[in-house]
């Protein structure tokens, strides 16, 4: 088997910590940074794979908690792995599982060797171990798998997140051990990325970083983070990690964020990023444009003639008025939130390729100042559906 | 203001009363038998304009109650009219809003003149009448609007109906006043349809279709059928419709119905359909094909590799399989619904273009036998998914 999987940092930007790289897998050539929509259920909610490769996406996130219930993994195995099953050509991420057995499942029990919880769909008993997770994964046959971490909420004890990141350290190594003894199902190869916890603590973070870098992975996650911490912090805790984290592997923010969190934590090195904001709010009616989000279901809206961004490609941009998709908000149509989650999708795809061309033209720094200035701009007259 | 509007027949079949014909309207040629789908707010639901045009239509269905109440006339008016607001460039046909007010509304209240009514959504007060549903109407846009008639329930005493086709001729001749002395306002003709009713009363259906023909509508439709009477009594009354109604007139025989349904009704010369039935089942499921409806969350698909139908060229059949669309079903995801919604219409589209076909070929009546055979086979082999 033929490791496919690479890393490459194309161009590095002089004043800030900004990279762009190319990712390549087996599916796809995947220029970073890069933001991947989830596709939690085996599809990016209300979404078809071609509208996604038309927003420009080559890669998306697959849930593995999600698929592991249903339509469980047998069942993804009969159909020859998630690309087919889904029908997606381009690469797949897929998690471990452990965030969503931490925050959906219940009576959760952990233990040394993993994770006992009951389905949040039916109650049903199932167990998550490192081995497990990684054997999992590989019938789901992703691109890229993650480790099995265990993601502490926010706030807790420092002394639970000390003793916590042993756990993470100790799956972590069980994981690559499964995944270096173990071959790819379907004939094409599939990387391990570790995952960095530590909560809010530096030197917890620091000591997760070389806890996670004696182990050869494919690349290096920074998780429990965005789960309720300041902003300050969730940054401060990015920067300590990008700073130590390996410069020759990817680096991925686990999910995060808003198009300005985006844009500050790809000035600190990060390469990768997911998140549910661009779909979950986009099915509500929040739309991103580069002056801001925009709740489209605002009254102000309601006569309005012009699309959501005039300055947007997307096919709710070349098609539709505010006024009209506001109506169909209202009306709770299921186009509402197509159109909602697509603009969104093709904005965030956009955003990120507009940050590879600074960082390779050597003005991000610039360029992000002028960003966060006009997105971040509260002033009522030029965004008036802000989110408050 | 010229008038676009024409209607002419292109072949009659020798063995039955199916024919096939062409509509010209200011926004699309549309050939006959057509089904329309139903746009109730605008918008059909959970599909795009270009979807439908991909699936061959030319005329969709905009409900008057509906887009009266929300988003309002007001509003359609700065739009330019419904094709604007719905960014859709083929034809709309308008209903007048009366059934939805016999439905739908709270508190209807028939007298003389229209019917005074509260609204489904905030129970607010409002009042239709033959002049003002013609009046929304011409701001709506529509290239075909309908005349206010009374829908009588299904069952109900003779007398009832024999009164109420008296108040739907009187309602159809106001209306007709109200177009001739008004004009469209976004500069496109507009036809107007007259709708006979009369129950399931031979008599009552002969006495209405001659009162509405006595008025020169654009063409004429049958309604108050598919409103839960015996099928039989459904086709015998279209029968003495279709039969009395002018030959060079559009047919249209409102709210109906399932694939065989519509092959009977073009077997007995009706021209054009519309129905909830492709969208509102596509959206649960019951997927429509050659060989009967199917239910594609049923467990026997679960492992199923082939698409909904083999034969079919829609992007859902073109893309994913029984198995995976299962799934979706399984785990509530939007796109289920799209794609429920996406096949059932190009289906509905394909069975028109073939019905066409078969007239114009001269062997609708075998192709008719033949469909029919196969459709309504209940083999449990040939279509385990078959609806019970």
Known sequence: MQNTFSFHVLSQDSSTTARCGRITTSHSEIDTPVFMPVGTQGTVKSLTPDELIDAGCKIILGNTYHLYLRPGEELIRHFGGLHKFANWPKAFLTDSG???VFSLAALRKIHEHGVRFQSHIDGSYHEFTPESVVQTQRILGSDIMMVLDECPPYPIDK??????IELTRSWAQSCF?????????YGHDQALFGIVQGGVHEDLRRRSCEQLMSIEFSGY?????????PKTAMFEMTAVCT?????DKPRYLMGVGKPDDLVEAVSLGVDMFDCVIPTRNGRKGQVFTWNGPMNVTNLIFRDDPRPIDETCGCYACRTFSRGYI?????AQELLAMRLGSLHNIFFYQKLMSVMR????????????????STY???SEMNNPGREQ
């Open 177 to 185: 051990g499964s995944w270096k003894n173990s071959e790819p199902l």
């Open 376 to 378: 971040q701009s509260t």
């Open 221 to 229: 996650a920074i998780g429990g983070l965005s789960v309720g911490e």
């Open 159 to 164: 002394s639970y997140v000390a003793e916590s």
């Open 98 to 100: 452990g965030y969503q």
């Open 243 to 247: 700073e130590l984290l390996p410069k």
């Open 357 to 372: 061309e600074h960082i390779h033209a050597g003005d991000f720094a610039a360029w992000k100042k002028s960003f966060l």
């Open 326 to 330: 506001r109506h169909l908000f209202q």
